[in-house]
């Protein structure tokens, strides 16, 4: 005989369908508790409406049996009418087709429609949203929370985590591309001419650009020390090969010390004509850039061409892996400037929130402005949560888990009834029997 294998694993739930925890459980027991204390309530006065017709009627009892029987004949007919009115909500009375029974069951997308609108129209509305909103003072409990170091170390760290996770979700080859193609694209719409025009004309205004030709002077001077022989054979090798050499020696050795000579002059003496020169060509060349059509055209071409090169999109293209990994790498670092700057801007920041009526009305204008629009432009999504989620309940785990919720306080109503009825009874039939006394 083959032993049975190990127990199949619980199917889960149907879609729709409820999962009944312990807690769950519990709560149906204590229904059935109740169920049995108010039936057995029901007993009672049934045995007691009994006893009391027999003392009347067979044991010849005095007038208290009637009031007995009257009111214990009151209380089955309450116990009976709330047992009915409980029982119609999750099922059918003793099975029977009875019309508006096992409301739950059979109205259950009406009630979650219903549920929907209720929320929509109660909760949902704009005006509802911002009283809310209002009465809880965010703007001050905000500052006063952000304000505390705790919290804003706390706000610091999740937002270095948020950056830390979006920079690692995205593709570096998609942020090169379009950061490259957004400074391209600026850099081709903006016309550099008149700009580099005025910002030359301040330097050599200032002196700015006398440091510059020191230093080609200087270099100047020290190649040609260094070089001599090489400016000397080219001197040489352009003379034309009919005359002799050492004309060709002495004429190179010539224009070599002459050169030598005018670079150390003007690498010695500021007022050299040279430089003299040199200032004037760059402030016409300033002026050109700022007004020349011309000039500002070969410039514009320029760049164009500059920016079109391999190399230089290869450049603006690895700035994002360089400031990628410099905002990563703060962002891990507690100390680094980033964190602290942010942790600094968000406690001034909500000391100031705290105790700046204006900024709190501000702010909280700007959260109520959202939230409403929100609520007003997705209400019909939101209910629809609500209205599709009860659409996919099943009937039958929809009615037992009401009933598992509120099925205990529902019995205290058959309890309440059987009381209150007979209670009613007796005083009905004690007017009526004084009336006809």
């Known amino acids: 005989m083959r032993e049975p294998g190990p127990a199949a694993p619980p199917a889960p739930p149907a879609r729709g369908a409820f999962v009944f925890n312990e807690a769950d459980e519990e709560r149906r027991r204590a229904v059935r508790r109740m169920k049995t204390t108010a039936t057995g309530l029901l007993m009672v006065v049934a045995v007691v409406y009994v006893l009391a017709k027999c003392a009347q009627q067979a044991w010849g009892a005095g007038g208290w049996a009637g009031y007995v029987a009257a009111a214990a004949e009151a209380g089955m007919v309450g116990a009976l009418a709330d047992w009915f009115a ?17 409301i ?44 505390e170091p705790e919290h804003a170390d706390r706000v610091t760290a999740e937002l270095s985590a948020a950056l830390r996770g979006a920079l690692t979700v995205l593709r570096d080859s998609d942020v090169q591309a379009v950061v490259g193609e957004a400074i391209t694209r600026r850099a081709e719409a903006a016309e550099i001419a008149p700009g580099l025009g005025k910002t030359l004309e301040r330097v050599v ?7 510059a030709v020191d ?52 690498r010695d003496m500021p007022g050299h004509p040279a430089r003299g020169a ?19 055209a070969r410039v514009e071409r320029l760049k164009s061409e500059v920016l079109a090169r391999g190399e230089v999109q290869d450049v603006i293209a690895s700035a994002w892996t360089a400031v990628r990994s410099m905002i990563i790498s703060a962002a891990e670092d507690e100390r680094s400037e980033l964190r602290l700057r942010v942790r600094s801007t968000l406690m001034s920041l909500g000391a100031r929130l705290a105790t700046d009526g204006r900024l709190q009305a501000k702010v909280e204008g700007w959260i109520e402005g959202a939230l409403v629009y929100v609520v007003t432009t997705y209400r019909t999504e939101i209910t629809s949560l609500i209205t599709d989620t009860v659409a996919a309940w099943d009937a039958e785990h929809t009615s037992r888990k009401i009933e598992a919720h509120i099925g205990r306080d529902l ?27």
């Open 86 to 102: 409980v029982t119609a909500l999750f099922r059918r009375p003793l099975g029977l087709p009875i019309p508006h029974t096992a």
């Open 104 to 147: 739950i069951p059979t109205k259950k997308d009406q009630l979650g429609v219903s549920l929907g609108e209720f929320v929509g129209e109660n909760f949902l509305s704009a005006d509802v949203v911002r009283a809310r909103l209002h009465a809880l003072g965010i703007g001050g409990r905000l500052g006063a929370w952000l304000a």
């Open 205 to 211: 205004a200032d002196g700015g650009h006398r440091r």
């Open 215 to 266: 230093l080609i002077c200087a270099k100047g001077h020290d190649w040609l020390v260094t070089h001599g022989d090489s400016v000397m054979d080219a001197v040489q090798g352009g003379a034309p090969g009919w005359t002799p050499r050492f004309v060709d020696r002495k004429i190179g050795d010539r224009v070599y010390k002459e050169l030598l000579r005018f670079v150390t002059e003007m």
């Open 278 to 296: 040199v200032d004037r060509f760059l402030t016409d060349f300033a002026a050109d850039l700022q007004s020349d059509t011309e000039t500002r």
């Open 411 to 437: 019995q205290f109503i058959r309890i309440n009834g059987t009381v209150v009825g007979a209670l009613a009874g007796l005083l009905i039939y004690t007017v009526s029997r004084a009336l006809g006394g």
